[in-house]
Each structure stands twice: as structure tokens, then as C-alpha cells.
């Protein structure tokens, strides 16, 4: 059964750094495109960054430049650095696995709060 348990959220100052981790289990990690969602309190969730198996990224406008994904294959892990965090990037991230095949897989998420 696929199981992905994120960690590393917390309370940051604006300006701070935060480096979230997406442990994978369950899943062909290897083949699976990953995924960082957020979603802020009465907002829609949205796209963060994601990664594909071949190594591709892609990020949202709104955290471009400051936002940067990895994968380990090996650890099977897909973790997010986060730079230059604004109040705005107050949310609650999700992990999301994409495998090549089966279904899709969602953490639980974790809690990211950036004061001002």
C-alpha cells in the first residue's frame, strides 16, 4: 500500500528557509513523478513544484526562483527547499505521487507558517 509521510514543517520568520521531505513508501518511486501541493485556509489547493521520474522540474509563478524540488531515488524521497518565505507561502503542503502505473497516491501534509 503507498504511503507518503511528509516532514519539516514549522513556524519561520519571513525571509527564512525551510527544507520539507516527502518519504515515499509502497510505490515504484523510481518511475513516479512527485509532487508538492499547497493549500492556504479558504484557498484551492495548488501546484508547488513538481518533478518528474526523468528528473524534469516544474514550479509555480509564485515560487519560482525562491522554491527548488530534488528527488533521491535511492531514499526515495522528493524534498522541497523553500527560500525567501514570504507570509503568503502560509499553507499546508502535500506530497503527491503520480506512478507510472496505479493510483495516485496524497500525503496527509504538513504545516508551513511564515510570520511577518
Known amino acids: 500500500q503507498a504511503q507518503l509521510v511528509e516532514s519539516g514543517g514549522g513556524l519561520v520568520q519571513a525571509g527564512g528557509s525551510l527544507r520539507l521531505s516527502c518519504a515515499a513508501s509502497g510505490i515504484d518511486f523510481s518511475t513516479s513523478d512527485m509532487d508538492w501541493y499547497r493549500q492556504a485556509p479558504g484557498k484551492q489547493r495548488e501546484l508547488v513544484a513538481a518533478?518528474?521520474?526523468?528528473?524534469?522540474?516544474t514550479y509555480g509563478d509564485s515560487v519560482k526562483e525562491r522554491f527548488f524540488i530534488f528527488r533521491d531515488n535511492a531514499k526515495k524521497t522528493a524534498d522541497l527547499q523553500m527560500n525567501s518565505l514570504k507570509p503568503d507561502d502560509t499553507a499546508v503542503y502535500f506530497c503527491?505521487?503520480?506512478?507510472?502505473?496505479?493510483?495516485?497516491?496524497w500525503g496527509k501534509g504538513t504545516l508551513v507558517t511564515v510570520s511577518s
Open positions: 503527491h505521487a503520480r506512478p507510472l502505473s496505479g493510483t495516485d497516491s
Open positions: 518533478i518528474g521520474s526523468g528528473g524534469g522540474r
